[in-house]
């Protein structure tokens, strides 16, 4: 397994912009497809965006479609954050999968720690 740590989060304005980091660690970075998931209080944890293990195929929510943007390095994995909505407020997780890319979390067997991302009205 990779393993992963997020950073980037913080408390922002309504409209204002974020960019999430994931570093990963081990060589192995470029066989993983990652994604972004967000867990908001009371609610389950929720698909925000997903990225292959190329780079060259990407999938957003319906929720942040167009608002949001997943890349990737050689090492990390990025979430920029446009547009922001307070009810975008909640702990963003990075995760890794063995799959070409996938949007479904039981396909996703590393997870970071979580980075709360806070919007305020």
């Known amino acids: 397994q990779v393993q992963l740590v997020e950073s980037g989060g913080g408390l922002v304005q309504a409209g204002g912009s974020l960019r999430l980091s994931c570093a990963a660690s081990g060589r192995t970075f470029g066989s993983y497809s990652m994604a972004w998931f967000r867990r908001t209080p009371g609610k389950e944890r929720a698909f925000v965006a997903a990225i292959s293990r190329s780079g060259s195929s990407t999938f957003y929510a319906e929720f942040v479609q167009g608002r949001f943007a997943i890349s990737r390095d050689n090492a990390k994995v990025y979430l920029q954050m446009n547009s922001l909505k307070p009810e975008d407020t909640a702990v963003y997780y990075c995760?890794?999968?063995?799959?070409?890319?996938?949007?479904?979390?039981?396909?996703?067997?590393?997870w970071g720690q979580g980075t709360q991302v806070t919007v305020s009205s």
């Open positions: 995760a890794a999968s063995t799959t070409i890319v996938s949007a479904r979390e039981s396909d996703f067997g590393s």
